[in-house]
T-cell receptor, first 120, second 113 residues
Framework: NAGVTQTPKFRILKIGQSMTLQCAQD?????MYWYRQDPGMGLKLIYY???????DKGEVPNGYNVSRSTTEDFPLRLELAAPSQTSVYFC???????????????????FGPGTRLTVL | GNSVTQMEGPVTLSEEAFLTINCTYT??????LFWYVQYPGEGLQLLLK?????DKGSNKGFEATYRKETTSFHLEKGSVQVSDSAVYFC????????????FGPGTSLSVIP
């Protein structure tokens, strides 16, 4: 069980380039998330997905795109990279059941190791 | 809207000292509360959680009690170790509003021998 994996670990981009950050999970979780973490700051949600084929915007979606064609994969696409997108990107997944009660073992987010992106 | 507030860091303690990191929240419904820990160079991992009022979450000597009357979920440990040096994030998940988890800004802890 690898959990949540992310590739690449590090990347340097030039302004205007594009790239895709890969994220995969092998826990059959329905929810997946992309966050960015700027130095000394907390996490900001970029996009999330509640299941294959369904995605929604978080707090800071501008400049990013996502897709969720399978349960396992949730890639994040950066188009026209800008210096403001220099950050550490974390992918996460969780298993959520319907209803208002958070059962033990659900709702916990499992994070990948992160991708450190620098845009110059 | 929902929000999480944490005490400002960084916090520096000597080994075996008592740790408290304060966390308060605002939520419209009945949130679940979490503490996540981030060790240097790694992603976040769950430290403990509580899903209803008066629940106590505990793990690795850390504890936090869900206090609905004071809307708090303070993290405590009786005797910290150097290996506890990390950034600690308080978070909430409120199913009656939307499905996203709200994270606090994080509190950096350094434990010195």
């Amino acid at each position: 069980n690898a959990g949540v994996t992310q590739t690449p670990k590090f990347r340097i981009l030039k302004i205007g380039q594009s790239m895709t950050l890969q994220c995969a999970q092998d826990m059959n979780h329905n929810y997946m998330y992309w966050y960015r973490q700027d130095p000394g700051m907390g996490l900001k949600l970029i996009y999330y997905s509640v299941g294959a084929g369904i995605t929604d915007k978080g707090e800071v979606p501008n400049g990013y795109n996502v897709s969720r064609s399978t349960t396992e994969d949730f890639p994040l696409r950066l188009e026209l990279a800008a210096p403001s997108q220099t950050s550490v990107y974390f992918c996460a997944s969780s298993q959520r059941l319907p209803g208002l009660v958070a059962y033990v073992g659900t709702d916990t987010q499992y994070f990948g190791p992160g991708t450190r992106l620098t845009v110059l | 809207g929902n929000s999480v507030t944490q005490m400002e860091g960084p916090v520096t303690l000597s080994e075996e000292a008592f740790l408290t990191i304060n966390c308060t929240y605002t939520a419209t419904g009945y949130p679940s509360l979490f503490w996540y820990v981030q060790y240097p160079g790694e992603g976040l991992q769950l430290l403990l959680k509580a899903t209803k009022a008066d629940d106590k979450g505990s793990n690795k000597g850390f504890e936090a009690t869900y206090r609905k009357e004071t809307t708090s979920f303070h993290l405590e440990k009786g005797s910290v170790q150097v290996s506890d040096s990390a950034v600690y994030f308080c978070a909430l998940s409120d199913r009656t509003s939307y499905d996203k988890v709200i994270f606090g800004p994080g509190t950096s802890l350094s434990v010195i021998p």
